[in-house]
């Protein structure tokens, strides 16, 4: 079967567009000490370690970061008989009176970023939440937005987006294939 | 009816938890005389438990009672949705004491609200385990002969520690000083200090460099001085390096005790498993300083205490494991003969607040009872008025989170302000005739009728024409995007929603030739979130969302926040194939990442406007309309009078 492969990002765009997210991200925020980021594992949690010493840089202050799964939370996943059965923060972060950035690779349909939200709402009371993604493909089935996109991408449902990052897969690189 | 119950240590005075101490001494005697004959204790445990569990069962056999449990609370009818405040009235004609343990904050107490016979609480979620707390303060003083003038030290997990919590205010009363050495993100909670230095009478101040470096650094450390009597306490506040500080503590003063603590890993919500933990060993305690230092732990351990301690004689936590059982004898006895005699309670707040409309403020404690399962628990709260800056301040009497109050409402004239000192006698007087009102938003607070103080000129900015314009297109557009109109369910967030979400699927129905199912989301009810609305069928049942194309249907969106609300009742109930969001006004101003795949007209507006719908069905002999207008802050209404 003949795989089409088609390559969106090389190295330097990637690293281009998440600089620019890291600029979108200061200009959101009122104040960049009151920023949160909080990956959504795992390509999400390399993305806000990036984005977090980018905004560092700039900004020289350097927003704590939370790394979330949200695994517990999805609604296609089996739910869990005990309400108590959270364990989605893996690293959690303080979040009150705060701007909290949820920083995926790829948004989608939306519901991974909806779990996200109210995994966030269990550790407190934000001040604002916002969502970053590298990838929008669009396709939502929920009423979500991103605020910060990297790359807007309409694959088609049939077709799959990569997010390859070095920190897990030793190149950064976005590519779109069939599935 | 005053039945004595034992939910938090602040339940027991000075004197009656000497009078427990006294009966415990007297174990033996409790046990030949049997004073519990004939009594039945239930033990109730929604959470794994050894020690407390059998020492209270130990008790009561060894008091002649007799002991009625069930195995696993989770596979009894709470597993069939049964709620706490059931269990308890049934449980209450089975026995004449109930001991419960129960993850949710305030869940004992909420029990206690509805049984009939007294409650002692074996520790509900993190809040407090006095009976604990009475083993920890019995075996101190049989120790040390005292506790006023101890130094303590308690080590390691504060914040997710219940026993610590409820040691910590029998400390101070007791005038004991404390030095917390807390494990690094786990220092005692915000309210614990602040309860502490209400309701003991302590003054929380910085150190004076000098006093101190003993322990600690100046700016991480907090004394805690009673005002009255005098007695030297201190608070210290840990971060990192935690392990060094308690091996370099240096002479000056003296060390009673250490109290360490397990790391409360059921209660965290994340893995934090390579955080720093202090451990004691040892090495630790060969210093001259320490030698008579007792090293207590409420046990289980995990390796935070080397069991080459077990050997030292200061290792006195399996004495203090021991000590569990007369304690406990002690404390049914002393239950017993307090609710025979009709004796009244130590404290209990005069006056609460109680919220006079359906909607109130919610506790902030996403494990509060009052939250997890409201049908058991009315919201109630203290009455904190001059809280830091003036902040008016309520505290959940279940499970003591605070929370700062935002907004406030009058419920005769039905109209609302920001909260502000310069109003705070007036909130005084509303509060003692009942008319108080409090609002976590703005937008609680117009759902139910709430117009704001004061307002500037309203200007219209649709018409009836234009809503009933509005309306027809969102339809036009969701038929669009439809992909199987018998999966279609319009859901309207009551209330203005609902009706909107009504006139839409009227719209639907028209286009479609067929019946659209229509339901109504509650997001600051306590009772059914999700109900059918049409067809009006008594045996259609609850409303399956599954697999659904849900269109959800609001007024105006502002922040984002009642659709991100209405979304989490959705998923708690089903998954759906996809939610759709409709407005008629989408007004900006987002907090959440949430947005509207179908707006009758978007409206910039300044946050000190308010947009309002006014729909015939809502507000009679009046046309639909949408208006504008400024509202005046507070500091402009105090100006002008306000009432």
Not at chain 1, 133 to 162: F, H, Q, S, T, Y
Not at chain 2, 326 to 339: G, H, I, S, Y
Not at chain 2, 442 to 455: D, N, Q, R, T
Not at chain 2, 585 to 606: A, F, L, Q
Request: proline share 5%; aromatic share 6%; glycine share 6%.
């Amino acid at each position: 079967m003949a795989q089409e492969k088609q390559i969106l990002f090389e190295r330097d765009e990637l690293v281009r567009t998440v600089n620019r997210m890291a600029h979108e991200i200061i200009e959101q925020t009122a104040s960049p000490s009151e920023l949160v980021l909080i990956g959504i594992r795992s390509r999400g949690v390399h993305l806000a370690r990036r984005l977090a010493r980018k905004v560092e840089e700039v900004a020289k202050t350097a927003p704590p970061v939370g790394v979330i799964d949200v695994t517990p939370y999805r609604d296609d996943r089996a739910r869990e008989q005990d309400p108590r059965a959270v364990g989605a923060f893996e690293i959690p972060v303080d979040v009150d009176e705060k701007t909290v950035v949820l920083i995926d690779d790829v948004i989608f349909r939306g519901r991974t970023i909806r779990a996200a939200m109210e995994a966030v709402a269990r550790l407190g009371q934000a001040k604002r939440i916002l969502v970053a993604a590298l990838v929008d493909r669009g396709a939502r089935e929920l009423p979500i937005r991103a605020d910060i996109v990297g790359k807007n991408i309409d694959a088609g449902a049939g077709r799959r987006v990569n997010v390859m990052l070095e920190e897990s897969d030793g190149v950064d690189q976005i590519t779109v294939s069939d599935w | 009816m005053s039945r004595r119950n034992l939910l938090s240590i602040a339940d027991l005075t000075n004197d009656e938890i000497e009078e427990i101490f006294e009966l415990a001494d007297a174990a033996e005697k409790l046990r030949a005389d049997k004073p519990a004959g004939g009594r039945i204790m239930a033990t109730l445990f929604y959470e794994p438990s050894t020690r407390t569990r059998l020492s209270f069962e130990s008790a009561m056999h060894r008091l002649g009672g007799s002991v009625i449990s069930c195995s696993d609370m989770k596979s009894s009818s709470t597993a069939k949705g049964e709620t706490v405040a059931d269990t308890a009235k049934v449980v209450s004609s089975y026995a004449d004491v109930l001991v419960v343990r129960h993850y949710w904050d305030g869940a004992v107490q909420a029990m206690a609200e509805h049984a009939g016979v007294p409650v002692i609480n074996a520790g509900d979620g993190s809040h407090e385990h006095p009976s604990q707390t009475l083993c920890d303060l019995y075996t101190l003083k049989r120790e040390k002969g005292r506790l006023k003038g101890l130094t303590v030290v308690i080590c390691g997990d504060l914040k997710n520690g219940r026993t610590i919590h409820s040691l910590v205010y029998a400390l101070a009363r007791f005038g004991a000083s404390v030095v917390t050495l807390a494990a690094n993100g786990m220092e005692l909670p915000q309210y614990v200090l602040e309860r502490l230095e209400r309701e003991y009478d302590y003054t929380l101040a910085p150190v004076a460099t000098g006093d101190l470096k003993a322990v600690v650094t100046e700016t991480d450390a907090l004394y805690l001085t009673p005002k009255q009597p005098h007695q030297l306490a201190l608070f210290t506040q840990l971060d990192p390096g935690l392990q060094t500080r308690l091996n370099t503590m240096v002479s000056g003063l003296r060390y009673d005790a250490f109290y360490m603590t397990r790391k409360q890993k059921e209660r965290m919500k994340e893995g934090a498993a390579g955080n720093s933990y202090p451990t004691i060993g040892s090495e630790f305690l060969r210093e001259q300083r320490f030698k008579n230092t007792v090293v207590m732990h409420p046990l289980p351990r995990v390796d935070e205490l080397s069991p080459e301690v077990d050997q030292d004689r200061r290792g006195i936590y399996f004495k203090q494991a021991a000590y569990g059982v007369p304690v406990r004898m002690a404390l049914l006895k002393f239950l017993f003969a307090q609710n025979e005699a009709k004796k009244a309670g130590a404290k209990k707040p005069a006056t609460w607040f109680e919220s006079p409309e359906p909607l109130g403020p919610q506790c902030a404690n996403p494990n509060c009872i009052t939250v997890t399962e409201p049908a058991s628990a009315r919201r109630k709260f203290d009455f904190l008025a001059g809280g830091p800056g003036g902040a008016l301040i309520l505290r959940c009497l279940y499970c003591d989170h605070r929370i700062k109050v935002q907004l406030v409402g009058h419920v005769k004239s039905k109209r609302y302000c920001a909260y502000d000192i310069a109003l705070s006698d007036t909130i005084k007087n509303w509060f003692t005739n009942k008319e108080l009102v409090i609002f976590d938003s703005i937008k609680a607070a117009e759902e139910i009728g709430y117009e704001p103080y004061k307002s500037g000129p309203q200007r219209n900015i649709m018409d009836q024409a234009a809503i009933e314009n509005a309306v027809r297109d969102i339809a036009r557009q969701i038929l669009g995007d439809c992909e199987d109109p018998d999966r279609l369910l319009v859901l309207g967030i009551r209330s203005k929603g609902s009706y909107l979400a009504q006139r839409i699927a009227a719209e639907l129905a028209a286009a479609q030739k067929r019946k659209i199912e229509i339901g109504e989301i509650e997001i600051y009810g306590s009772g059914d979130e999700i109900r059918r609305l049409s067809p009006a069928d008594p045996e259609a049942g609850p409303l399956n969302l599954k697999d659904r194309e849900i269109v959800l249907v609001d007024d105006v969106i502002y922040t984002g926040r009642t659709v991100k609300n209405a979304l989490d009742i959705i998923f708690r109930s089903a998954r759906p194939k996809s939610v759709r969001l409709a407005v008629l006004i989408d007004r900006g101003h987002r907090e959440v990442p949430v947005k509207p795949n179908y707006v009758g007209k978007h409206i910039p507006s300044s946050e000190r406007e308010r947009v309002r719908v006014k729909l015939r069905e809502a507000e009679h002999d009046e046309k639909d309309k949408v208006v504008i207008y400024s509202i005046i802050s507070p500091v402009e209404q105090q100006a002008r009078g306000l009432g």
